[in-house]
């Protein structure tokens, strides 16, 4: 059928992705498996209800969307991340989410959906999961994990939105700022770092 395309904004490039149906239907993101990209919902999209609002992803380095930068690993938990901002980007406050992946669960794509509805019960309303089976985690690690990448993921893109052109400041501004931060600094120390840790400009 008649699909778009999307780029959704993100730190090292964009996030690329196809959408099919009426903008207003049922939200569902559809996370491709292992070396695919969104091109492997191509076939399946046209057989599924036509009153949804269907977005297929391509993860970061798949298909049309930018690498990360070089040198730069792909962990999976980095691929939940991604579909936060996608999720976000698209004012997506309760969506439904489908992945597709091999038969490896350990190296999965299909592991990004059940990892993103364990983190974010609040906003996935189903879950499909085609070729996988969910993610498995002792129930005594549960918590723990469970409040810990919640706040990387949650940490990192509120720091993304937030992000600012640095602020020019005196030397003196500069040291200070850096004694508060680092209460364990002596004047002199935090004069040392600050010849190596900071660049200045025309305007401070």
Same mark, same amino acid.
């Given at each position: +059928?008649?699909?778009?395309?999307?780029?959704?904004?993100?730190?090292?490039?964009?996030?690329?992705?196809?959408?099919?149906?009426?903008?207003?239907?049922?939200?569902?993101?559809?996370?491709?498996?292992?070396?695919?990209?969104?091109?492997?919902?191509?076939?399946?999209?046209?057989?599924? #209800? %036509?009153?949804? *609002? *269907? &977005?297929?992803?391509?993860? @970061?380095?798949?298909?049309?969307?930018?690498? %990360?930068?070089?040198?730069?690993? *792909?962990?999976?938990?980095? *691929?939940?991340?991604?579909? %936060?901002?996608?999720?976000?980007?698209?004012?997506?406050?309760?969506?439904?989410?489908?992945?597709? @992946?091999?038969?490896?669960?350990?190296?999965?794509?299909?592991?990004? @959906?059940?990892?993103?509805?364990?983190?974010? #019960?609040?906003?996935?309303?189903?879950?499909?999961?085609?070729? @996988?089976?969910?993610?498995?985690?002792? #129930?005594?690690?549960?918590?723990?994990?469970?409040?810990?990448?919640?706040? &990387?993921?949650?940490?990192?893109?509120?720091?993304?939105?937030?992000?600012?052109? =640095?602020?020019?400041?005196? =030397?003196?501004?500069?040291?200070?700022?850096?004694?508060?931060?680092?209460?364990?600094?002596?004047?002199? +120390?935090?004069?040392?770092?600050?010849?190596?840790?900071?660049?200045?400009? =025309?305007?401070?």
């Amino acid at each position: +059928g008649m699909f778009s395309e999307l780029k959704f904004p993100v730190p090292w490039g964009h996030v690329a992705a196809k959408a099919w149906g009426p903008l207003e239907g049922h939200p569902v993101l559809c996370l491709h498996g292992w070396l695919d990209n969104a091109n492997t919902f191509d076939k399946l999209i046209p057989l599924l #209800p %036509r009153d949804c *609002y *269907y &977005v297929a992803m391509d993860l @970061s380095g798949h298909g049309l969307s930018s690498h %990360r930068p070089a040198g730069s690993l *792909y962990y999976l938990l980095d *691929y939940v991340s991604d579909v %936060r901002r996608v999720a976000a980007a698209l004012q997506w406050r309760r969506f439904t989410l489908m992945g597709h @992946s091999m038969a490896f669960l350990f190296l999965s794509y299909c592991f990004i @959906s059940p990892q993103f509805c364990f983190l974010y #019960p609040e906003m996935v309303d189903k879950l499909i999961l085609l070729e @996988s089976f969910g993610f498995l985690l002792a #129930p005594e690690d549960t918590e723990a994990w469970l409040k810990s990448k919640r706040m &990387v993921i949650d940490g990192l893109l509120s720091l993304e939105a937030k992000q600012q052109t =640095p602020k020019a400041r005196s =030397p003196e501004a500069a040291l200070q700022r850096l004694l508060e931060a680092n209460r364990h600094l002596t004047a002199e +120390g935090g004069a040392i770092l600050l010849q190596r840790g900071a660049t200045e400009t =025309p305007a401070g």
